[in-house]
């Protein structure tokens, strides 16, 4: 979110820069509501003096043995009046946020132009792709023919977009799990959580998820809580400061946590329905950021680094993107993918995205920090997969795969999976 006085500035441009996403900005409208806003303000602050004076004359005329009963009349009236202009100017406020709440971020300049991932600007490669003397095979034949991926069993269960794992295919995700939360807390720097799958609507307000994006989400309801499934771990990690003063000998702010991420997927049906590519409930290792605001492009070199280091040490074939100003995420100003090499689409495919939000999410949660010379600011947040299993699962099975139908596993996972090798019946050594 932003603060609209600051859209107002012609020195933010922030017309010329919400162009660049597509988005006009109504200059109009925005006018309208925040002068309705402080006029309300303004007419409750005024009755409220006004109150005030009329009880202090109430007094003096009381101590001076004189008739108060018109003046206690009108001191009741100023109440009355207080009241309704009070809910006047907390509806006009009320409905200053809720607009707001509809506009995105602010892209940086640095961003190239466009509303595409042909748009984007490649920044670097890492690897070279594997050459099969053979027709390779997509993860999904690769899985389900090794019976370590069940996605007709899962369907029966929970309709499509949904995968059983079995065997060596759970011990393999369970291992991902701790490699990459063990690589992160180790040699990145990130504190582990634990942090809940449900949260209450107004920490996906904080994040940027609500309530733009509430069709991509899943809603629960019992009795008379109203929570959703989360759709990533930002979404608790980022909100554990909400409200809050983080001092400015605590930032920077690393957090990391596995979660089961829960998303709708509206709108993508037809779009990498098969596999594991875009489950409706998937497992993801999360990395957060919490900075200071002038901090933020640095830390976000970092943290991508970090997503491209997982990838290097699975010694899979991938590279880093920087999005065009029209396809990067709502609540991010830049945002760098890691693609992923996958043999059976011969294509990279995005499996990190890693983005820096600037003071965006932090105004909307209230999160806050001081300066040297103590006053309060808004800090800046990042966020980026680190990795998500199931991509990074079918990665490693299309770019491993052998000519015999098995498949071999970097050498770094055997500590954490037990084996090396998944054969073409599944067992494993």
């Known amino acids: 979110m932003h603060d609209p006085r600051v859209l107002l500035d012609p020195g933010t441009e922030a017309v010329r820069r919400l162009a660049r996403r597509g988005y006009t900005l109504d200059v109009s409208s925005l006018e309208e ?18 109150s005030k004076k009329a009880a202090a004359e109430v007094g003096r005329t009381a101590k001076a043995g004189g008739d108060v009963t018109e003046l206690k009349e009108r001191a009741r009236r100023l109440k009355d009046q207080i009241k309704e202009a009070e809910e006047k100017a907390d509806q006009a406020a009320a ?46 034949e690769l899985g389900e023919r090794t019976g370590i991926l069940d996605f007709g069993r899962a369907t029966k269960l929970s309709g499509p977009r949904f995968r059983v794992a079995r065997g060596a295919g759970a011990a393999l995700e369970r291992g991902l799990v701790s490699f990459f939360l063990d690589l992160h807390t180790r040699e990145h720097g990130y504190t582990e959580y634990a942090v809940p799958h449900l949260v209450a609507p107004s920490a996906l307000v904080g994040t940027g998820q609500l309530p733009k994006f509430e069709e991509d989400l899943f809603r629960t309801a019992a009795g008379s809580r109203d929570l959703y499934l989360i759709p990533t771990a930002e979404v608790p990690l980022t909100n554990l400061h909400a409200d809050e003063i983080v001092e400015p000998g605590q930032l920077p702010l690393a957090y990391t946590a596995r979660t089961t991420c829960f998303r709708s997927e509206a709108g993508s049906y037809g779009r990498d329905t098969r596999g594991l590519i875009r489950l409706h409930e998937f497992e993801k290792v999360e990395m957060v950021r919490i900075v200071a605001a002038d901090q933020s492009q640095n830390e976000l070199e970092k943290l991508v680094g970090h997503a491209e280091s997982v990838l290097q040490k699975l010694g899979l074939a991938h590279r880093t993107i920087l999005l065009a100003a029209g396809d990067t995420g709502f609540g991010s100003q830049s945002t760098y993918d890691v693609e992923v090499w996958l043999p059976g689409q011969n294509t990279y495919r995005e499996i990190s995205s890693c983005s820096d939000c600037g003071q965006f999410q932090a105004r909307r949660a209230n999160i806050r920090t001081r300066t040297e010379d103590g006053k309060r600011e808004l800090v800046a947040t990042l966020n980026g997969s680190g990795l998500p299993i199931g991509r990074t699962m079918a990665a490693l099975l299309e770019n491993g795969q052998q000519a015999d139908g098995s498949v071999v596993l970097p050498e770094a996972l055997a500590n954490y999976t037990g084996f090396g090798t998944i054969h073409a019946d599944g067992k494993t050594d």
Not at 34 to 49: E, F, Q, T, Y
């Open 33 to 50: 509501l925040l002068s309705s806003r402080n006029a309300g303000i303004k007419a409750a602050d005024d009755l409220r003096a006004e």
């Open 95 to 140: 409905d200053l946020r809720e607009w707001m709440l509809s506009i995105p971020n602010l892209p940086l300049d640095r961003i190239p132009d466009g509303f595409s991932d042909e748009d984007a600007t490649e920044i670097r490669r890492w690897g070279t792709p594997p050459e099969f003397g053979f027709t390779p095979l997509d993860h999904v």
